[in-house]
């Protein structure tokens, strides 16, 4: 029941799925509930759309790395980017309604704050952007 | 992204299917709806049923879609939302925005 | 149609199906046929069987990395293990009769020489042992 | 790997379930052989039917309860074989050894 693994691919959309299909099987691997296992894999697919898209502004040249860690208790997941980062306290202070539709986009950060139990970000020269998103679970 | 266009009584069904996410799907799917509207088209169904995967992205792009139509005085409805797509609505509330459906006539109905 | 994706894990059995769902969803995604898809993923598995197994001697501590790369022509998968390797040259001469019931076990290489176009072995002190498995395709 | 055992017409059924590869698999297995071995049951048909996954040591496996069978004048059959296991049969030519069966009913039989 405690396990980790980790992705790497360049960044481009068409790997999105390929992300979705190894994080469906860890999540049948450790029978999460469909609710659990839906907002895992939603919020994990968030992210990494923002990592290859606002993060590696979408250059194939550079890759997203996702890290899978679990054990009986939570699943966390780490995303890395090789972008500049960005000023994430601030857009925490004020994350946009999700419901208004005047902003096609914008929707991303606030469904993994809502669906997680902790989302949390982290530059450093070295490491790039990190993203880490954790879920309470009961294997 | 892939999508069919059928009519039925009137309505304008667009049976999309594959991935629904950033990028050149969302300049595809603008496209189509501008094209229906320059024919006259204003009750749309986005069938669903067919995506195999999707992303918040994906959701603005169906957001376009609504607006574009909702503007010219007409609508866009919602077939065969996913248990995943369904999570992505209710969470940011857009599913008070959208009219859902799970049968394909009551869709057509609804514009009766 | 052209992609890469790596994935790296530690040298446990029970991950061997995680690389499995990996597999699976690049082989959905260029719509190879059935026995073609069949045969590149008994040969992963094959292969990381013997990295997990044999190379890094089940050690958790130390992981094993996949490498998947295609384009329309070819599939190819990289392997790296951590191990000393082994005397590939001699084995690859005298490879054992998979249907010798009185061997419970050595027939990985035979099937994975078998299934797929291409299998070749490579030791360098710094990458560690390397299994490349390649097969034409027809995407 | 699980496995549940049923007995049909004097014949055992082990209905083995999820992965069969190398490690702890194997001895779980050689115990349940032994086992049935020491109860004098000599009939045995594994079911394959409800295994998502297995590699060569996997079938490994079933060869040690092939040939533990065989040498004391019992027989091991394969119901339910999946096309990835048949893969594997059929280039390692074990699909000479191992009688395979799609059907319940026919495999029962094939003791008679
Ligand atoms: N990994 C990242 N690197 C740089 N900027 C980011 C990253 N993730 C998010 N952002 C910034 O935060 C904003 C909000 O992200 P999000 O809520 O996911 O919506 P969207 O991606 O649709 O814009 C993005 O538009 C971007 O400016
Ligand atoms: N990555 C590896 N590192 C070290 N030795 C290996 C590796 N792969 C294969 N071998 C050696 O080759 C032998 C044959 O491998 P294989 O045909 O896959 O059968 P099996 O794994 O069932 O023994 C192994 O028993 C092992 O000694």
Redo the contacts between chains.
């Keep these: 029941m405690t396990g980790k693994i980790s992705l790497e691919f360049p960044s481009e959309y068409k790997y999105l799925n390929l992300v979705d299909a190894l994080c469906n099987g860890i999540i049948r691997d450790i029978e999460l509930d469909p609710k659990t296992a839906t907002e895992i894999a939603v919020s994990v697919i968030e992210a990494c759309t923002n990592a290859l898209e606002h993060g590696n502004k979408s250059n194939p040249a550079v890759n997203v790395r996702v890290l899978f860690m679990w054990d009986k208790n939570r699943f966390a997941v780490e995303v890395y980017d090789c972008g500049e980062g960005f000023d994430y306290r601030e857009y925490m202070k004020n994350i946009p309604d999700p419901s208004d539709i005047d902003h096609i986009r914008g929707r991303g950060i606030f469904i993994m704050k809502e669906m997680m139990d902790s989302l949390s970000f982290e530059f450093s020269d070295n490491e790039g952007m990190k993203v880490t998103l954790e879920k309470v679970i009961s294997g | 992204m892939k999508y069919k266009i059928r009519e039925k009584e009137g309505v304008v069904l667009i049976d999309l299917s594959g991935?629904l996410?950033?990028?050149s799907d969302a300049e595809l799917f603008k496209d189509c709806i501008y094209d229906l509207l320059e024919k006259g088209r204003k009750k749309i169904i986005v069938n669903l049923g067919k995506v195999?995967?999707i992303?918040?992205?994906g959701?603005?792009?169906l957001?376009?879609g609504?607006?574009t139509m909702r503007k010219k005085e007409g609508d866009l409805k919602l077939l065969n939302v996913s248990?995943?797509i369904k999570?992505?609505l209710y969470?940011?509330?857009?599913n008070?925005?959208f009219d859902c459906y799970e049968d394909e006539e009551d869709a057509i109905e609804s514009y009766s």
């Design positions: 991935k996410m950033g990028g195999t995967w992303n918040s992205a959701v603005g792009i957001i376009t609504y607006t248990e995943k999570s992505i969470v940011t509330k857009l008070l925005i």
